[in-house]
């Protein structure tokens, strides 16, 4: 269950949770708003209050759809710069995207690999999940607080933009290793 928030967060979240509602109906619209607030649950409001709803709003549910399908054991990672034409969503940053088991030290190997590659974190959002998955890895729900589930760990990082598909490719196969 997330923690109570800032009335500042409040203030930010609100319309991202009005634009689920908007663009989504019924149990869709409540599950991508139990996701947003799960998503930047450990977020600082001063981190978000730069950014657009919409981006929030797709920043989240792209890693949501990313995550959707996830075989245990086996890291999932996307490197990619959003844009609103393809993604529906835009950031000036390179995005970083992780679906992984739960375990320790996955947030300080990712940013020593970064540190390491001279980049500069500019955002780090890191929900851990409790998730049931169907035989075939596909996403049934989050799990209720009290129940079997397994801890997933989605890391959505921002880093300096990168465009040379030759540096984003080093970046995930770093972050991988």
């Known amino acids: 269950m997330p923690a109570m928030e800032s009335p500042a ?6 319309p991202v949770l009005r ?9 869709a619209a409540a599950r991508a708003r139990e996701f ?17 709803p919409e981006d929030l709003y797709g920043a989240a549910m792209a890693h949501l759809a990313f995550a959707q399908r996830f075989a245990a054991g ?3 990672l996307r490197v990619y710069n959003p844009r609103v034409e393809e993604h529906g969503w835009a950031s ?17 190997s ?22 049931v998955r169907d035989g ?4 049934a729900s989050f ?22 598909p030759a540096r984003l490719q080093a970046l995930a196969q770093g972050i991988l290793a």
């Open 74 to 76: 086996t890291p999932k």
């Open 92 to 108: 000036p940053n390179t995005v970083i995207e992780i679906v992984n088991d739960d375990m320790p030290f996955l947030v300080d």
């Open 9 to 14: 967060k409040q203030a930010i979240l609100e």
């Open 136 to 139: 075939e890895g596909e996403l």
């Open 143 to 164: 799990a209720p607080a009290g129940r079997d589930g397994a801890r997933e760990s989605l890391i959505h990082v921002e880093v300096d933009r990168e465009s040379d």
């Open 36 to 52: 947003l607030a799960l998503y930047y649950d450990q977020v600082d409001a001063e981190d978000l209050g730069a950014r657009a």
């Open 110 to 131: 990712v940013t020593m690999e970064l540190n390491r590659q001279g980049l500069t974190l500019h955002l780090l959002v890191h929900p851990l999940a409790k998730t």
């Open 19 to 27: 634009i689920a509602g908007q663009r989504l109906k019924g149990a």
